[in-house]
């Protein structure tokens, strides 16, 4: 199970991004929004530098920041099996400590590695200061048909492709199944049964709930746009456009907002307090990314051990198959590499063979992959949990992840969104807001934001 934390508390603070679009559009920054901070030391692991050991002195040295537990592992694998290639783990920090760092370095002109791990989230943050190779050039349209077109379009932008898909968050949901017996319901195939299963259940138990809407970590908010086919922003080179405002958009903030109207679900955020309810038979759905149950494994009672299942994320239109995706890494290389070839090839064989993800997929680092190969393999599918019982807890999440929406695409300005966002939710769930009002106000917000980082727009 990927173990990323949501994404409130990932990412790259308010004053580097500012910095990094200074970068790319310097005469709409004034001198105050260049960065304060200071870089991280980088710390090497004694197991990241026994992964080097063998090399020969004739290798090509690559630098490879990371910080999933187990990757010394897979270095040392590639390291012994592509002998004219040494790469080098170095964990500087994870999410907002590394691309802190990374931009601080793109500033700088200098100390950046070949090879980063980068949220897909936070990819287009690097992207715009131009530093990202594209890794056409050294062969990355061979394993674009190993991962769907909804994670490509992840690491695609304007004809580049900027990293190699890794781990991933598809969408479906956790259900208690004993709950759902209890109170003699199905488990919903569409939304429009989870809306009257979650009515009817609350008015006939005013103390329990069908499911949850979460006021923060609101990329979970991102994905039901995303599934429901909305697109809220788009750009290209200085060019930005936002439309939380469209007719998919508006249809789930309907959706959700009626289901807040009547009190028919917990406004219980992700986190411990949602996972007491869960424990507790309060509430019986999560809608949760793949890697979500890794979070509430670690607050589960001995008494809900092996009744929850996975299953499918329900649909807009019976019969459809669309899902999204709530968080997952991908691998970037910098254009300042001096080996740029010889880091997308550890790039590739990293994320795009069964080698790699053999291991990756199991503990110590436990990511969810998004390479099709291994998401059809008997290893995860035979993967089982203590929360789940016997049943086969990857298999729905497997085939969410083949059924990603293609076309979604995160903005520049991700860290700034995600607060705005935030903060409208927690005024919708407090009942001050409507989430039609929330997302109206969100748009004007970013249009707004995005011009004064020196961004034309299309609103």
Known sequence: MNRHLPRRKRGLSTAVIAAGLCALAASACSSSSSTQASAPQTTVADSAAAATAGCSKSATPITFWGWVPGFDTIVKDFNQTHPSICVSLQNVGSGTVEYNKLLLDIRGNKGLPDVAEVEYSALPELEITNSLADLNQYGAKSVESQFSSGFWS??????????????????????????????NLAIPTTWAQLASEAVALHKAHPDVYLTNFSAVNTEGYDALLWQAGARPFSWSGTTATFDYTSPAANKVASYWQSLLDSHSIDTLAF??????????????????????????????????LG???????????????????????AYTVFKSSAHPQAAATF?????????????????????????????????????????????KYFVPFATSATEIGA????????????TQMDDAMQKVVSGSSTIEQAMAGLQAAMDSYAKSQGFSTGG
């Open 154 to 183: 992840l690491v695609s932008h304007d004809g580049g492709v900027y990293a190699i898909p890794g781990d991933a968050g598809p969408m479906g949901l956790y259900v208690n199944t004993a709950f759902m017996k209890k109170y």
């Open 271 to 304: 986190g411990p307090a949602l996972f007491k309810a869960m424990n507790t038979d309060t509430v019986g759905i999560g809608v949760f990314p793949a890697w979500g149950p890794s979070y509430f494994s670690g607050t589960a009672s001995k008494a809900t």
């Open 307 to 329: 009744k929850w299942e996975s299953a499918a994320l329900p649909q807009w239109t019976v019969g459809a198959n669309v899902t999204a995706d709530w968080g997952g890494s």
């Open 347 to 391: 790039v590739m064989w990293m994320n795009a063979t069964l080698a790699s993800w053999n291991k990756l997929s199991q503990a110590p680092s436990s990511l969810f992959p998004a390479y099709k190969p291994m998401l059809a393999s008997s290893l995860l599918s035979s993967t089982t949990i203590a929360l789940s019982g016997t049943s």
């Open 407 to 418: 076309g979604w695409s995160w903005s520049p300005f991700e860290i700034y969104g995600t």
